[in-house]
């Protein structure tokens, strides 16, 4: 699990479908059958979060929405929801497109771009300006990204092999860890500080000052101080996290694909027409650039393994587990099983065009999860990764330096951690075609029919 940890989960099903492992000392049992995580996903008050990767982030986001316990979870569900409603998904396309400007404007023909930094850089912009209407100053921005490297590293680390003991241990490494924990709560509660210090900015829509207004009422519901930082600290770094490697999979799998971008392009030409960027309106029609994000949230989920604990005795696929049992489940490994995806290896976005109507069974797709714990930012993840290849796709093209870049090792996150490929600008290409192009039509529809995700607006 430790040195081959996708090929070990592979190796699970054939064992059936609740496998019992070790992590470290530790008993847990891994669900490996797409109905078996259904149930598990639809049942969080027998599943709460925790376990080794939820008792570890809990020491980086307090509890806040992503760590807390079931009992906790409707009230702030409730809180956060007004900043993820289904307009903000969409408003989003223009910062998208404004920060995916400012990160391809450092580009030179033939240069070999660090693509992993550069979507680091884009979402970190994005869900900064979501989160305080700001972006960060590049200091900050770069002391984000640099802690969240040493931070996802660890807690994979953290995760398999899960001996508190280890982690106390005055080593270089676990100073990195905690140093890089503390900095990230350093930054945020300037962040805050200065919020609080700077003018009123009364009737601002982002999520610092929701939270701030929520804190300053006196029911029995209002945030803490803590809560408010625990809070900002699970959005940025979930937000910032998960889209990147998303995004940074995507290109990759483009580069090695050559058939599935030359589609991208011609859609992106088309729906564009020479616009520099794709408003809402031209989000649902960017079709095939939704099934390649789609493609690659099933073949690299940036989230790809997941603990729980059982808060009572319960029976899962015929074995009686102990209340405090930890459970795992892995998008990767429901991803890769055949019997739900043929040639389950293979990259093709023209897996989830909506007139291919073969349903996916419950539990067999789960890149956001499911149930009342589903991400909170799926829609906005959609919008904003497809925004964001369409509007580095509409001048770029992404060509490998060398051969195909094969599986990320993964952290806690799953994706290539630093991506190299080399940019060609298409503005040339592009001339050509906008002479000549016709947008296709339009296909309207606000939920995928098969993955019922949310379709862009
Ligand atoms: C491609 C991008 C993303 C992926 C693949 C992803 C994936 C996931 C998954 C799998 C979960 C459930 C974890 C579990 O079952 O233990 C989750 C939860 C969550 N995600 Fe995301 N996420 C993404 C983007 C975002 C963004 C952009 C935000 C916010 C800015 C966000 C915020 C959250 C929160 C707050 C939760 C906890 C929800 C709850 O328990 O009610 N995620 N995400």
């Given amino acids: 699990m430790f040195r081959r940890p996708l090929d070990f989960l592979e190796s699970l099903p054939v064992h059936g479908d609740l496998v019992e492992i070790r992590l470290g000392p530790r008993r847990a049992w ?52 007004p900043a993820f409603r289904p307009s903000r998904a969409a408003d989003c396309t ?9 990160v391809c404007r450092g580009w030179r023909a033939g240069q070999r771009v660090d693509v992993t930094a550069e979507m680091l850089a884009l979402t970190t912009g994005v869900t900064s300006r979501l989160l305080f209407s700001d972006s960060l100053d590049a200091g900050r921005a770069a002391a984000v990204r640099a802690c969240l490297a040493v931070v996802v590293r660890g807690l994979f680390v953290r995760t398999v092999v899960p001996v508190d003991a280890l982690y106390r241990l005055p080593t270089p490494g676990n100073r990195r ?37 929520a804190a300053a009422g006196d029911g029995a519901d209002a945030p803490t101080e803590r809560e408010v930082r625990d809070q900002l600290v699970t959005l940025l770094l ?56 789609t493609e690659t949230l099933r073949l690299r989920p940036p989230g790809w393994l997941f603990t729980r604990i059982t808060t009572r005795e319960t029976e899962l696929a015929g074995r009686i587990l102990p209340r405090g049992a930890t459970v795992l489940y892995s998008p990767y490994l429901l991803h890769h099983r055949a019997a739900s995806f043929p040639e389950p290896e293979q990259f093709r976005p023209e897996r989830w065009l909506p007139d291919r109507d073969t349903p996916v069974p419950g539990g067999a797709m789960v890149p956001f999860a499911a149930g009342s714990r589903k991400c909170i930012g799926d829609a906005l993840a959609m919008a904003q990764a497809t925004a964001a290849v369409a509007a580095v796709a509409r001048d770029w093209r992404l060509r490998p330096v060398s051969g195909p870049a094969g599986r990320p ?42 993955t019922g995700f949310p379709m862009g607006r």
């Avoid at 806040?64 to 569900?77: A, I």
């Avoid at 910062?95 to 400012?102: M, R």
């Avoid at 993964?410 to 000549?436: D, M, Q």
């Fill in 30 to 81: 891994v669900a490996c059958d797409p109905r078996l995580v259904h149930r598990i996903l639809m049942d969080p008050r027998t599943f709460d979060k925790g376990g080794p990767l939820y008792d570890r982030l809990r020491t980086l986001m307090g509890d806040g929405l992503v760590t807390c316990r079931q009992d906790d979870h409707r009230r702030q569900r409730r809180m956060l929801q």
């Fill in 177 to 213: 860890y905690r140093h890089a924990v503390l900095r990230l709560h350093t930054l945020i509660d300037a962040i805050i500080a200065e919020r609080r210090r700077g003018p009123s900015r009364d009737g601002q829509d982002d999520l610092l000052g929701t939270l701030l207004e």
């Fill in 409 to 450: 090792r993964p952290a806690a996150t799953l994706g290539p951690r630093s991506l190299v490929l080399l940019a060609e600008p298409r503005a040339r290409a592009r001339a050509r075609r906008t002479a000549t192009a016709q947008s296709p039509a339009p296909r309207a529809a606000p939920h995928h029919p098969r």
């Fill in 94 to 102: 223009r910062v998208v497109t404004e920060e995916t400007e400012a």
């Fill in 238 to 293: 979930t937000g910032v996290e998960s889209t990147a490697m998303c995004l940074a999979s995507a290109f990759g799998l483009l580069a090695d694909h050559p058939e599935a971008e030359r589609l991208l392009h011609d859609e992106v030409d088309g729906v564009l027409a020479g616009r520099p960027a794709p408003g809402p309106g031209e989000l649902e029609r960017l079709v095939h650039t939704r099934c390649v994000v």
